[in-house]
């Protein structure tokens, strides 16, 4: 017989509207960021797993998806098994960091784009189909940004993606 | 290595801002590319099983889930022990993400990189001191790079809507 929790599940009614996450919200982001369930109704499935409704298991995913805890639920693919792609940085004097920064944005090649603390102080992930497109990329951000691109590609994967813990 | 066909470049295209969170997922992304939903799920199986999908579920936020803090840290390996070094360094429970990269010399000579998380700057740093001694580097000439702004956080746009698949072949 299967045995419901539903004194860990708060109604909905209640729940926040901010970013902070009830003890039901913590279970589901740690259950399924690996082993999402490849099943027809696979919210309802995660819901049985949760002992909550599957309503509810969208809801929720609703709510933590527009406070922008959750990114998507979806998939992540194996960087550099499709098309070609490459961690880079370049050296932007502070008050252009703006500029250059909304340069590399305007790319839809790339994924990532941080502020860093060091003289290389801007980092991006560049992903492209081709090579040929991938170099094309970089060199036109050299260009707008009028500094050398630093070139970065990944040569092994030591880290196996099961998601993130959350203690 | 494995070439992902036009039937799987249209699902990997119809699915890369994600699932839609309804009752039939599969059946809806299916519909929209002419698969049925079984064909949808056995596609994403076969995907997973041959390793072009790493996995499958929901993808977080670490900031906006508390976790402020990041560092990359890279470190200037012996070519001949990167390898050792690298997965232990992986192996580690609040590291991210963990990469040999090619140097970019002179300036930049390093070629192990990590992602270290964490809710302060101090747990990054404390993890990072249990990191070393761990791996054995407290002696090896290192960069610590704490993120400030993000500027762009998405999923890799490897997929245009609707294009020809043959030019998806994997290297």
Not at chain 1, 86 to 114: M, P
Not at chain 1, 135 to 146: A, D, K, P, R
Request: hydrophobic share 40%; proline share 4%; aromatic share 8%.
């Amino acid at each position: 017989m299967e045995i419901k929790n539903h004194n860990f599940s708060q109604p909905l009614t209640s729940l926040p509207d901010d970013l902070s996450l009830t003890p039901m919200d913590w279970r589901l982001l740690n259950a399924f960021q690996k082993s999402f369930p490849l099943v027809p109704e696979p919210f309802a499935q995660m819901g049985m797993e949760l002992g909550i409704s599957e309503a509810e298991v969208i809801k929720r995913l609703e709510r933590l998806h527009k406070n922008g805890v959750v990114s998507r639920v979806g998939v992540v693919l194996r960087t550099g098994r499709l098309g070609v792609s490459t961690l880079a940085a370049v050296e932007v004097e502070g008050d252009d960091l703006e500029r250059v920064a909304k340069v590399v944005n305007s790319f839809t090649e790339v994924n990532h784009n941080y502020e860093r603390e060091n003289s290389l102080n801007l980092w991006f992930v560049v992903t492209a189909r081709t090579e040929e497109r991938l170099m094309e990329v970089l060199t036109e951000i050299e260009s707008q940004s009028g500094s050398p691109v630093y070139m970065m590609p990944m040569e092994e994967n030591y880290h196996i993606d099961l998601g993130f813990p959350i203690h | 290595m494995r070439i992902v066909n036009k039937k799987e470049a249209d699902l990997l295209a119809a699915i890369q801002g994600g699932f839609p969170l309804t009752s039939r997922p599969f059946q809806e992304i299916g519909r929209e590319i002419g698969l049925s939903e079984a064909d949808v799920i056995a596609s994403l199986a076969d995907l997973t099983q041959s390793g072009i999908i790493k996995r499958i579920g929901i993808i977080v936020r670490h900031r906006e889930l508390g976790f402020k803090a990041n560092a990359m840290v890279v470190w200037d390996i012996p070519d001949n022990m990167v390898t050792v070094i690298g997965r232990r360094v992986g192996e580690m429970d609040f590291v991210t993400l963990c990469y040999r990269r090619r140097r970019s010399l002179p300036r930049w000579p390093y070629n192990l990189y990590c992602m270290i998380h964490g809710r302060e700057r101090s747990e990054v740093l404390e993890n990072l001191a249990t990191l070393e001694s761990c791996c054995g580097l407290e002696e090896v000439s290192k960069q610590v790079l704490f993120s400030q702004r993000r500027f762009k956080q998405q999923g890799a746009g490897y997929f245009p809507k609707r294009v020809s698949s043959n030019q998806f072949a994997s290297k």
